[in-house]
């Protein structure tokens, strides 16, 4: 049986958590994405706000991650879409994790990947946005290529010593 050379998209499994691990760890090892590498990735990946998760497939191999959240307390992006549209942050959901392995670029899979958390916001009754570190010019540029719309950039505290610039999207209506 030959993998299949398209890439899709499943949700995610527990079983998929060990693969997304090691993923994320390439991804931070070259892109710097997350920023700050987490202690414990599986429950970076399994965020308490999550909503779903999915995961691409190329070649039969994982090959990239994006989750879909509620919004919390630090996500800026929901206040700014709610301050715009007048609509209550809480009817926006957050598209995050995402992350494709550097030898599957290339082929659309972060592009699938967010089509596939913003059709689930949508399905919820749920507008998606999502944030990205405004010193991750490839992840801005995806987003604006797919139409997202740039709220702000503001900047936020991760950190007792660390404030980090991040850029805030929503998706088109």
């Given at each position: 049986?030959?993998?299949?050379?398209?890439?899709?998209?499943?949700r995610?499994?527990?079983?998929d958590?060990g693969?997304?691990a090691?993923?994320?760890?390439?991804?931070?090892?070259r892109?710097?994405?997350?920023?700050?590498?987490p202690g414990?990735?599986?429950t970076?990946?399994?965020?308490?706000?999550?909503v779903?998760?999915?995961?691409a497939e190329?070649?039969?191999r994982?090959?990239?991650?994006?989750?879909?959240?509620r919004?919390?307390p630090?996500d800026?992006a929901?206040?700014?879409?709610?301050a715009?549209t007048g609509v209550?942050a809480?009817a926006a959901?957050v598209?995050?994790?995402?992350?494709v392995?550097?030898?599957?670029r290339?082929?659309?899979?972060?592009?699938?990947?967010?089509?596939?958390?913003?059709?689930?916001?949508?399905e919820?009754?749920l507008?998606?946005v999502?944030?990205?570190a405004?010193s991750?010019t490839a992840?801005?540029?995806?987003?604006?290529?797919?139409g997202?719309?740039?709220?702000?950039?503001v900047e936020?505290r991760?950190?007792?010593?660390q404030k980090?610039?991040?850029?805030?999207?929503?998706?088109?209506?």
């Amino acid at each position: 049986m030959r993998a299949d050379p398209h890439p899709g998209t499943r949700r995610r499994t527990g079983r998929d958590l060990g693969d997304c691990a090691r993923m994320l760890r390439e991804v931070h090892e070259r892109d710097g994405y997350p920023l700050n590498w987490p202690g414990h990735p599986e429950t970076w990946l399994t965020p308490p706000s999550l909503v779903a998760s999915w995961v691409a497939e190329l070649d039969g191999r994982v090959a990239g991650h994006v989750g879909l959240s509620r919004s919390g307390p630090g996500d800026a992006a929901p206040g700014l879409w709610s301050a715009r549209t007048g609509v209550g942050a809480d009817a926006a959901a957050v598209v995050n994790r995402l992350f494709v392995a550097p030898w599957a670029r290339g082929h659309g899979i972060g592009a699938l990947l967010i089509a596939r958390a913003a059709a689930e916001a949508r399905e919820r009754r749920l507008h998606p946005v999502l944030d990205v570190a405004a010193s991750d010019t490839a992840a801005a540029a995806l987003y604006e290529r797919l139409g997202w719309r740039l709220l702000a950039t503001v900047e936020q505290r991760w950190g007792p010593e660390q404030k980090v610039a991040v850029r805030c999207y929503a998706a088109a209506a």
